[in-house]
């Protein structure tokens, strides 16, 4: 954004800030140049990402690793499946019927053991960099980017996350969408709040005209471009309005809420289902589940969050969206991935029947989008407090800098690029280019 | 004196500046926003200069008595720029009672001020705003969102944080001199729940990483804040070969000149614990050692997110001007050093300045480059002069200064100013250059909360709120003590949100317009409620659209107060045409369909 135009009626530091709007609907640097460091070819399986982000940290060894032992649950039911795969059958009665399709990352590490600081790096593949956390984007509206606005759903939903890092300086249209997960679907889509629908339309249609043609001076010579920028926006909105494809995707029906578990987290994925089923633009979903810091009581059935509730609510509503992607021919091209922002302590529970923050160990969950499931990949110790096999060519642990340039890959999306036009002036690499680690794509889940 | 021990040769930080993954270097496109910013400095001073050694005639310039219009406008007088007019009543009515309230007028306020043919009208009305206590809310939002003391934050509960949004607002109602609220802050120590001022420091501990992360994060702050400048590139590394098209100042700063500073909080130490009892609620103390210093040794195995400490002893220094500890209480000498410091009264009376005008003297006001703000001194090449009016400057420092670090003389001289009650329209050619002349006023959305607050005022339609712990009744969104309230209202948290209020410590408060923001405010059932006219909707069953309906008014006149009341001026013969010609069916309908086009109105949106 250099000083090459020129300036309509002066402009405020606030311009410079968000009126980049005013260029395009498309976001403030849409058109900034992006660079590629090497090159790299991605693997292009996948056309759209469901990201279930289990918050609170989802313990590897009451989920996706479970070891033999004391701390296990009378009822665990613990069963070995081809790939070398284990689950719980009482946890997840679900998945266990369809491990052909899943792949378990056990050899995943965490770089951090607070909440605030790994969702962040979780939702960033960033570190929360006191500099720059203001800045970094969430890695759906980076996807966003790089997929487009093609439809009329935004790019990026984003379901039960309160504290979601948004799309900062890519700005406009990557931004979140942050709609609810109810069966009537989104509120604000229509204006009916006069009589039946037609008239309530027709009556909408007539209030829109009458601010277009009070507005129209203001318009026309706004006092400044942040002003301009307001204006744009109106009709963008109102071309989501009224419209069966974009309504339809928000709303379900109480039949498949009630396959989906009536949760929370099945609501959130219905919609997921429905917006990755229309082909409408969206393609990046993020569905938190909430209560996974299981510090205390995780199995005192008496408690209202255990791992109980928290598992079979995960693998009633992933795996009936996984039969419903199936069923529709989505779930190829449909990469759903299952995470928390770290590990938890391992072995035997802690002296309040729990299991506290840990970094070391964290395991990983994939399905469809071009990944060969049945497998799993690297592996703990006896107790998961350790990896024992990273498991992949990296030959070290996988962090979350390798998941999302998985992601990124999956999707088509070349994870070495960098953004250099950037509000700090600080190269945003998609992927920190680390000498070091050498982040990259755990290419052994396509395999 | 620097101690050569201390410092890290340039390769080795450069070598480890390169191993860190979590900060690349800066890249040859600098700051995008700071570049903008240079320019218009740049641009001003290109056009000054043009016009001092040109032909253009200077104009005779009338005397004026506010200092600020002393200064301003004898500059646009030599340079022979001609400001916009002065504001209408109308157009300084409701720019006044935003900056100074953060709501629109009522439309008995507004009728009230517009029919006064009192000739000090304005005085008197800023003189009654500044004694409000939605003044005193206003302030206290304005300087809550620099502090960002939020329970969000993992080391400050609801308790915590009432302490402290309590004694921030009871000194600014009070009207507490500044400089004594800031050294009461930095010296603050005890518990997070009970102890005013301690809720800043916990604020900026890092739980997870090693303390010296949390001396410098908070010495970042201290410095943003308080002084005008970001100090956070060089707490990782020297200014030499990164800031060089940023900051020339920093660029002469190194690291260790940052660990000094940070070093004034070196003795202070916190206490976290989980108090059980109440649901792992966070305990927090903050307290002084009275031995110790700085020091760069950390846990490798928690290392923190900056690039490795030189493991040396470091003792405070200030960074502005050397001054060294007097005592053994590091952070009362430190909180005494900074605000006695002038640049702290330039900072302050410039964030204010900011606010009210749109663009610092200093812009950004966060970012003071001290090697381009002595005239005297001009820098190297074609840096321009980032202070645009230095005279201007130093003249507000000395009368916040003579005026007790008190607020509200100081925004009474501001908005009492000719240069503030300019219109934000310009007759003639705008130019960027003229934009730190402040030859006319620069509109600014309304805050998340401005909008809410004007929203109900106009509308009538205010709601009693819930802050967890505070017994006040509250109304309007600027006096919630932090983005997580109301918390069990959605109607009102949606709203914020929607409007981009941020929460303080991962969102960012924004302000660009997005589709399901545009959405919600034209199509939410709670905001198109407060525009209907339908008695049985309880947010509406007092609302303006019923109140204008019932009275016995002719349909211009109807017309005539919904403007008053939502954009605080009357229609334009064109605008009540358009609307009477829009006309149909019971008046309550279209009086609603009014309503709710007004409240989706950029000048409704804008305070301009």
């Given at each position: 954004?250099?000083?090459?135009?020129?300036?309509c009626?002066?402009?405020?530091?606030?311009?410079?800030?968000?009126g980049?709007?005013?260029a395009?609907?498309l976001g403030?640097?849409a058109d900034?140049e992006?660079?590629?460091?090497r090159?790299?070819?991605?693997?292009?399986s996948?056309?759209?990402?469901?990201?279930?982000?289990?918050?609170?940290?989802a313990?590897?060894?009451?989920t996706?690793d479970?070891?033999?032992?004391?701390?296990?649950?009378r009822d665990?039911?613990?069963?070995d499946?081809?790939?070398?795969l284990r689950?719980?059958?009482?946890?997840?009665?679900k998945?266990?019927t369809?491990?052909?399709?899943?792949?378990v990352?056990?050899s995943c590490a965490?770089?951090e053991?607070?909440?605030e600081?790994?969702?962040?790096?979780?939702q960033t593949a960033h570190?929360?960099?006191?500099?720059?956390a203001?800045?970094?984007p969430?890695?759906?509206a980076?996807?966003?980017r790089?997929k487009g606005?093609?439809?009329?759903?935004?790019?990026?939903l984003?379901?039960?996350?309160?504290?979601?890092?948004?799309?900062?300086f890519l700005?406009?249209?990557?931004?979140?969408?942050?709609?609810?997960?109810?069966?009537?679907g989104?509120?604000?889509l229509?204006?009916?709040?006069?009589?039946?629908?037609?008239?309530s339309?027709e009556?909408?249609e007539?209030r829109?005209?009458?601010?277009?043609?009070?507005?129209?001076?203001?318009?026309?010579?706004?006092?400044?471009?942040?002003?301009?920028?307001?204006?744009?926006?109106y009709e963008r909105?109102?071309?989501?309005?009224?419209?069966?494809?974009v309504d339809?995707v928000?709303?379900?029906?109480?039949?498949?809420?009630g396959?989906?578990g009536?949760?929370t987290?099945?609501?959130?994925l219905?919609?997921?289902r429905?917006?990755?089923?229309?082909?409408?633009?969206?393609t990046?979903?993020n569905?938190?589940?909430?209560?996974?810091?299981?510090?205390v009581g995780?199995?005192?059935?008496a408690?209202g969050?255990?791992?109980y509730?928290?598992?079979?609510?995960l693998?009633?509503?992933?795996?009936s969206?996984?039969?419903?992607?199936k069923a529709s021919g989505?779930f190829?091209?449909?990469?759903?991935v299952l995470?928390?922002?770290?590990?938890?302590?391992p072995?035997?529970?802690?002296?309040?029947?729990?299991?506290?923050?840990y970094?070391?160990v964290?395991?990983v969950?994939?399905?469809?989008g071009?990944?060969?499931g049945g497998?799993?990949?690297?592996?703990?110790?006896?107790?998961?407090?350790n990896?024992a096999?990273?498991?992949?060519?990296?030959?070290?642990?996988?962090?979350?800098?390798?998941?999302?340039?998985?992601i990124?890959?999956?999707?088509?999306?070349?994870w070495t690029?960098?953004?250099?036009?950037?509000?700090?002036g600080r190269?945003?690499?998609?992927?920190?280019?680390?000498?070091?680690?050498?982040?990259r794509?755990?290419?052994?889940?396509?395999? | 004196m620097?101690?050569?021990?201390?410092?890290?040769?340039?390769a080795?930080t450069?070598?480890?500046?390169?191993a860190?993954?979590h900060c690349?270097?800066?890249?040859?496109?600098?700051?995008?926003?700071?570049i903008e910013?240079?320019?218009?400095d740049?641009?001003?001073?290109?056009?000054s200069?043009?016009?001092?050694?040109?032909?253009?005639?200077?104009?005779?310039?009338?005397?004026?008595?506010?200092?600020v219009?002393?200064?301003l406008f004898?500059?646009?007088a030599?340079?022979?720029?001609?400001?916009?007019?002065?504001s209408?009543?109308?157009?300084?009515?409701?720019?006044?009672?935003?900056?100074?309230?953060g709501?629109?007028?009522?439309?008995?306020?507004?009728?009230?001020?517009?029919a006064?043919?009192?000739?000090?009208?304005?005085?008197?009305?800023?003189?009654?705003?500044?004694?409000?206590s939605?003044?005193?809310d206003?302030?206290?939002?304005f300087w809550?969102?620099?502090?960002?003391?939020?329970?969000?934050h993992?080391?400050?509960?609801?308790?915590?944080?009432?302490?402290f949004?309590?004694?921030?607002?009871?000194?600014?109602?009070?009207d507490?001199p500044?400089?004594?609220?800031?050294?009461?802050?930095?010296s603050?120590s005890g518990?997070?729940?009970s102890v005013?001022g301690?809720?800043?420091?916990a604020?900026?501990?890092?739980p997870?990483?090693?303390?010296?992360?949390s001396?410098?994060?908070t010495?970042?702050?201290?410095?943003?804040?308080?002084l005008?400048?970001?100090t956070?590139?060089i707490?990782?590394h020297n200014?030499?070969?990164?800031?060089?098209?940023?900051?020339?100042y920093?660029t002469?700063?190194?690291r260790?000149?940052?660990?000094?500073?940070?070093?004034?909080?070196s003795?202070?130490?916190?206490?976290r614990?989980?108090?059980?009892?109440?649901?792992f609620?966070?305990?927090?103390i903050?307290?002084?050692r009275?031995?110790?210093?700085?020091?760069?040794s950390v846990?490798?195995s928690?290392?923190?997110?900056?690039?490795?400490r030189?493991?040396?002893?470091?003792?405070?220094?200030?960074?502005?001007?050397?001054?060294k500890p007097?005592?053994?209480?590091w952070?009362r000498?430190?909180?005494?050093?900074l605000?006695?410091?002038?640049q702290?009264?330039?900072?302050?009376?410039?964030?204010?300045?900011?606010?009210?005008?749109?663009?610092?003297?200093?812009?950004?006001?966060?970012?003071?480059?001290?090697?381009?703000?002595d005239p005297?001194?001009?820098?190297?090449g074609?840096?321009?002069?980032?202070?645009?009016?230095?005279?201007?400057?130093?003249?507000?420092a000395?009368?916040f200064?003579?005026?007790n670090?008190?607020f509200r003389?100081?925004?009474?001289?501001l908005?009492?100013?000719?240069?503030?009650q300019?219109?934000?329209?310009?007759?003639g050619?705008?130019?960027?250059?003229?934009?730190k002349?402040f030859?006319?006023?620069?509109?600014?959305?309304?805050?998340?909360?401005?909008?809410y607050?004007?929203?109900?005022?106009?509308?009538?339609?205010e709601?009693p709120?819930i802050?967890?712990?505070?017994?006040?009744?509250l109304?309007y969104?600027?006096?919630?003590?932090?983005?997580t309230?109301?918390?069990?209202d959605?109607?009102?948290?949606?709203f914020?949100?929607?409007?981009g209020?941020?929460?303080?410590?991962?969102?960012?408060?924004?302000?660009?317009?997005s589709?399901?923001?545009?959405l919600?405010?034209m199509?939410?059932?709670?905001?198109?409620n407060?525009?209907?006219g339908?008695?049985?909707?309880?947010?509406s069953?007092?609302n303006?659209?019923?109140?204008?309906?019932?009275?016995p008014?002719?349909?211009?006149?109807?017309?005539?107060r919904?403007f008053?009341s939502?954009?605080s001026?009357?229609?334009?013969?064109?605008e009540t045409?358009?609307?009477?010609?829009?006309?149909?069916?019971?008046r309550?309908?279209?009086l609603?369909?009014?309503?709710?086009?007004l409240?989706?109105?950029?000048?409704?949106?804008f305070?301009y």
């Amino acid at each position: 954004m250099k000083f090459t135009r020129p300036l309509c009626a002066g402009h405020t530091r606030r311009h410079f800030l968000f009126g980049a709007a005013s260029a395009s609907l498309l976001g403030a640097h849409a058109d900034a140049e992006v660079t590629s460091l090497r090159g790299v070819t991605p693997h292009g399986s996948a056309r759209a990402c469901i990201f279930v982000n289990l918050n609170g940290a989802a313990s590897q060894m009451d989920t996706f690793d479970p070891k033999d032992g004391a701390w296990n649950p009378r009822d665990a039911d613990i069963r070995d499946y081809s790939g070398g795969l284990r689950l719980s059958n009482r946890f997840f009665p679900k998945l266990s019927t369809l491990t052909n399709d899943l792949l378990v990352l056990r050899s995943c590490a965490s770089w951090e053991a607070a909440h605030e600081r790994g969702q962040f790096y979780m939702q960033t593949a960033h570190s929360q960099n006191p500099a720059l956390a203001a800045e970094m984007p969430h890695i759906g509206a980076v996807v966003a980017r790089e997929k487009g606005a093609s439809g009329l759903i935004p790019p990026f939903l984003s379901f039960n996350q309160s504290n979601l890092q948004g799309a900062t300086f890519l700005g406009g249209l990557f931004q979140p969408m942050m709609p609810p997960a109810a069966r009537a679907g989104i509120s604000t889509l229509t204006h009916n709040f006069f009589g039946n629908a037609t008239q309530s339309q027709e009556r909408f249609e007539r209030r829109f005209q009458l601010l277009k043609d009070l507005d129209e001076p203001i318009r026309q010579a706004p006092y400044n471009d942040a002003m301009a920028a307001y204006g744009s926006y109106y009709e963008r909105a109102k071309a989501m309005m009224y419209n069966q494809a974009v309504d339809a995707v928000f709303k379900f029906d109480a039949t498949d809420e009630g396959r989906y578990g009536n949760t929370t987290v099945g609501r959130s994925l219905l919609v997921a289902r429905n917006a990755v089923r229309a082909r409408n633009g969206a393609t990046f979903i993020n569905v938190t589940q909430s209560g996974w810091d299981t510090h205390v009581g995780q199995f005192d059935t008496a408690q209202g969050t255990t791992i109980y509730t928290l598992t079979n609510q995960l693998d009633r509503a992933v795996g009936s969206l996984v039969e419903d992607l199936k069923a529709s021919g989505d779930f190829d091209s449909t990469l759903i991935v299952l995470m928390g922002e770290f590990g938890r302590t391992p072995g035997v529970l802690n002296s309040r029947g729990g299991r506290d923050h840990y970094r070391p160990v964290m395991s990983v969950a994939l399905l469809g989008g071009g990944i060969r499931g049945g497998r799993t990949i690297g592996s703990s110790d006896a107790t998961a407090a350790n990896i024992a096999d990273y498991g992949w060519s990296g030959n070290r642990a996988i962090y979350v800098e390798d998941i999302t340039a998985t992601i990124y890959s999956a999707l088509g999306i070349d994870w070495t690029k960098s953004i250099a036009d950037t509000p700090s002036g600080r190269r945003y690499d998609y992927i920190v280019q680390s000498p070091e680690y050498a982040f990259r794509p755990v290419n052994e889940v396509f395999g | 004196m620097i101690n050569a021990r201390y410092l890290l040769p340039a390769a080795l930080t450069a070598n480890l500046f390169a191993a860190d993954p979590h900060c690349p270097r800066y890249p040859d496109a600098v700051r995008a926003e700071q570049i903008e910013l240079l320019e218009l400095d740049r641009s001003y001073q290109a056009y000054s200069r043009r016009v001092q050694f040109g032909v253009a005639a200077r104009r005779q310039e009338t005397a004026r008595t506010n200092l600020v219009d002393q200064h301003l406008f004898a500059k646009m007088a030599a340079d022979n720029v001609r400001s916009a007019p002065a504001s209408s009543d109308t157009e300084f009515l409701r720019r006044v009672h935003l900056d100074l309230t953060g709501r629109i007028p009522t439309p008995e306020a507004a009728e009230a001020f517009l029919a006064d043919p009192a000739p000090d009208k304005r005085a008197k009305l800023i003189d009654q705003l500044l004694a409000s206590s939605a003044y005193a809310d206003q302030l206290t939002t304005f300087w809550a969102n620099k502090f960002k003391v939020t329970r969000t934050h993992e080391n400050i509960g609801t308790i915590g944080r009432n302490t402290f949004y309590e004694w921030l607002r009871q000194s600014i109602a009070a009207d507490r001199p500044y400089d004594s609220l800031v050294r009461e802050m930095l010296s603050a120590s005890g518990e997070v729940d009970s102890v005013p001022g301690t809720q800043f420091f916990a604020r900026w501990m890092d739980p997870a990483g090693p303390i010296q992360d949390s001396w410098d994060d908070t010495t970042d702050k201290i410095t943003t804040t308080f002084l005008g400048f970001k100090t956070e590139c060089i707490s990782c590394h020297n200014g030499r070969a990164h800031l060089e098209k940023i900051n020339l100042y920093l660029t002469r700063r190194t690291r260790s000149q940052f660990w000094r500073m940070s070093a004034w909080l070196s003795r202070m130490y916190f206490v976290r614990w989980s108090d059980d009892n109440i649901g792992f609620r966070p305990r927090v103390i903050v307290n002084d050692r009275t031995y110790g210093s700085y020091t760069g040794s950390v846990n490798p195995s928690n290392p923190g997110n900056r690039p490795a400490r030189l493991g040396a002893i470091v003792e405070p220094e200030f960074i502005l001007n050397g001054a060294k500890p007097r005592t053994g209480e590091w952070r009362r000498d430190f909180g005494s050093i900074l605000t006695a410091d002038r640049q702290f009264a330039r900072a302050t009376v410039n964030h204010i300045w900011a606010y009210l005008f749109s663009h610092g003297i200093v812009d950004p006001p966060e970012a003071w480059d001290f090697e381009r703000t002595d005239p005297k001194r001009p820098p190297p090449g074609d840096w321009p002069i980032q202070n645009t009016h230095p005279e201007l400057l130093e003249a507000l420092a000395d009368f916040f200064i003579q005026n007790n670090y008190q607020f509200r003389p100081l925004f009474r001289l501001l908005v009492s100013s000719d240069a503030y009650q300019l219109s934000s329209r310009y007759e003639g050619q705008w130019q960027p250059a003229f934009v730190k002349y402040f030859a006319k006023h620069e509109p600014r959305r309304l805050s998340a909360e401005e909008m809410y607050d004007s929203l109900i005022t106009a509308t009538r339609t205010e709601q009693p709120m819930i802050a967890s712990g505070i017994s006040r009744p509250l109304l309007y969104a600027n006096q919630l003590p932090d983005p997580t309230e109301p918390a069990t209202d959605f109607r009102v948290t949606d709203f914020l949100n929607q409007a981009g209020r941020g929460n303080w410590l991962t969102i960012d408060r924004a302000g660009e317009p997005s589709i399901l923001g545009l959405l919600y405010s034209m199509n939410d059932t709670q905001n198109v409620n407060r525009s209907l006219g339908n008695s049985t909707l309880a947010v509406s069953s007092r609302n303006r659209v019923l109140q204008i309906d019932s009275s016995p008014v002719s349909d211009e006149e109807a017309i005539r107060r919904m403007f008053f009341s939502t954009l605080s001026r009357p229609p334009s013969e064109a605008e009540t045409a358009r609307v009477l010609a829009y006309r149909s069916g019971l008046r309550a309908q279209w009086l609603s369909d009014l309503q709710w086009a007004l409240l989706n109105k950029l000048d409704f949106i804008f305070n301009y």
